[in-house]
């Protein structure tokens, strides 16, 4: 009976040690560590380097460094400094340079919209050659695509350029687009303007049809050059021919647009 009353009260002593020390541990004794457990906040971000204000508003750049290793800090961006660049010996010239580079890749990052299935991009270029050859570039400030329909891709800020094989250039910018990325048809939809050489041309709609090799310029039609002025309800330019039908209410007149 003795023996274990002297046992109960061994483990009762026990488990009271045990529980002071871990009191002890965590509450009082994290100036010394003695367990290693130091506020991560302090001991991941460590300051460098005060490099100076951004000359635009004046924040402050600071070159700072954590487990991962060296980074910049500016606002609440964060822009990792390459391991060929000493972190102690960079610019403001280097780091202005990282943080742009790291605003542009934030700007272009995919953000998906789990709500509606969509995914949204901005600041986007695509770049493709037509069944003839010739090159084009186009670009989008903004663009989303459907979930299971990534071929097709909706745009705003529409901006492009196509480069012939004779060297000519066809610009054409508009405030919507869609693009089908298999096909690389491109529509060009509200406030289209397109410039041709001299020939300035303005309308509601413009399709680049890259199967057909055709353009199709339709809605309030309006062409400037120096030769004039033309009003139409569409024009078709035959890409592969090198014509122009000029369609109105009246008639069909066809015109070699190439000498």
Not at 211 to 216: M, R, T, W
Not at 228 to 257: C, E, H, P, R, Y
């Amino acid at each position: 009976m003795k023996t274990r009353k002297r046992n109960i009260f061994l483990i009762q002593v026990l488990l009271f040690l045990l529980a002071t020390l871990l009191i002890y541990f965590t509450y009082y004794n994290k100036e010394n560590d003695v367990l290693g457990f130091l506020d991560k906040k302090n001991q991941e971000n460590k300051i460098i380097k005060e490099l100076g204000k951004h000359p635009e508003d004046k924040k402050p750049v600071r070159i700072m460094e954590n487990e991962y290793g060296p980074y910049i800090k500016y606002k609440s961006l964060t822009a990792k400094i390459p391991e060929e660049i000493n972190p102690n010996k960079i610019t403001m010239k280097e780091a202005l340079s990282l943080i742009e580079k790291k605003i542009d890749y934030e700007k272009t990052k995919i953000e998906t919209t789990e709500q509606d299935n969509i995914s949204k991009f901005s600041n986007v270029q695509y770049k493709g050659i037509d069944l003839n050859g010739n090159r084009y570039i186009l670009k989008s400030k903004k663009a989303e695509f459907a979930k299971g329909k990534s071929e097709i891709i909706y745009m705003n800020g529409v901006d492009a350029v196509f480069y012939f094989k004779d060297g000519t250039e066809l610009y054409v910018t508009s405030k919507k687009g869609v693009y089908n990325n298999k096909t690389n048809d491109i529509q060009f939809k509200q406030e289209v303007s397109s410039k041709y050489l001299d020939n300035l041309i303005t309308s509601e709609n413009l399709d680049f049809f890259n199967s057909k090799n055709l353009l199709e310029v339709y809605g309030n039609v309006k062409g400037t050059s120096g030769k004039g002025t033309i009003l139409a309800d569409n024009l078709k330019i035959d890409i592969l021919k090198k014509t122009l039908d000029i369609k109105n209410k009246d008639n069909l007149i066809d015109v070699n647009i190439y000498k």
